[in-house]
């Protein structure tokens, strides 16, 4: 069983819908990250949070926003999506700071966007 | 600047057969990781290995080892007696410190290598 636990498995929403994808880990991690995946591509970093706090932004589009509310939490609220967003998403973990340690991975939600 | 090859795009095996997955990366620092992924049709990626750029030592696992070159610059990672359960997607991934100016690892990857194994 996967560590970190996504929210939902799967999504579909509409271009002017709002939704939130939610991420959960126990393993006292203070290092979070979203990426996003396209089918047979590598995942592509989209933020990190390093102790709550954001400390990267991969120049995402505004639409996207996240959000982490504590040490174990991390969500990604989505608005007026495009259809090119359709995609899995890839919630991490890991410990902060330092280059070693390895990024646990969530299962993801595959996110469809009508 | 980061970079890693994974030159295989798709591999095709038969169980039992023993498979090799290349990984070429190229980075400027001195102190580097090296990781490697596994994606099953699930979506997961699995952590299986770490190797930090200091130590050269190859691994064993059960039926997975891997290679570390750092004079040829590669990290591959072999499958022996490939099983079926063994098919997905396999990434190599590298954490250094210049790849984003700050600690807290951005991985590179590979665009991955697909792996098949028939019974």
């Known amino acids: 069983d996967t560590e970190v636990t996504q929210t939902p498995k799967h999504l579909v929403m509409g271009m002017t819908n709002k939704k939130s994808l939610k991420c959960e880990q126990h393993?006292?991690?203070?290092?979070m990250y979203w990426y996003k995946q396209k089918a047979k591509k590598p995942p592509e970093l989209m933020f990190v949070y390093s102790y709550e706090k954001l400390s990267i932004n991969e120049s995402v589009p505004s639409r996207f926003s996240p959000e982490c509310p504590n040490s174990s939490l991390l969500n990604l609220h989505l608005h007026a999506l495009q259809p090119e967003d359709s995609a899995l998403y890839l919630c991490a973990s890991s410990h902060a700071g330092t280059l070693s340690q390895p990024q646990h991975f969530g299962d993801g939600t595959r996110l469809s966007i009508l | 600047a980061q970079k890693v090859t994974q030159a295989q795009t798709e591999i095709s095996v038969v169980e039992k057969e023993d498979v090799t997955l290349d990984c070429v990366y190229e980075?400027?620092?001195?102190?580097?990781?090296l990781f490697w992924y596994k994606q099953p049709p699930s979506g997961e990626l699995v952590f299986l290995i770490r190797r930090n750029s200091f130590d050269e030592q190859n691994e064993i696992s059960g039926r997975y080892s891997w290679n570390f070159q750092k004079s040829t610059s590669s990290f591959n990672f072999t499958i022996t007696a490939s099983q079926v359960v063994d098919s997905a997607v396999y990434f190599c991934?590298?954490?250094?410190?210049?790849?984003?100016?700050?600690?807290?690892?951005?991985?590179?990857f590979g665009q991955g290598t697909i792996l098949t194994v028939h019974p």
């Open positions: 991934a590298l954490s250094a410190f210049h790849a984003g100016g700050t600690s807290y690892g951005k991985l590179t």
């Open positions: 980075t400027r620092d001195t102190t580097y990781y």
């Open positions: 393993m006292g991690h203070r290092a």
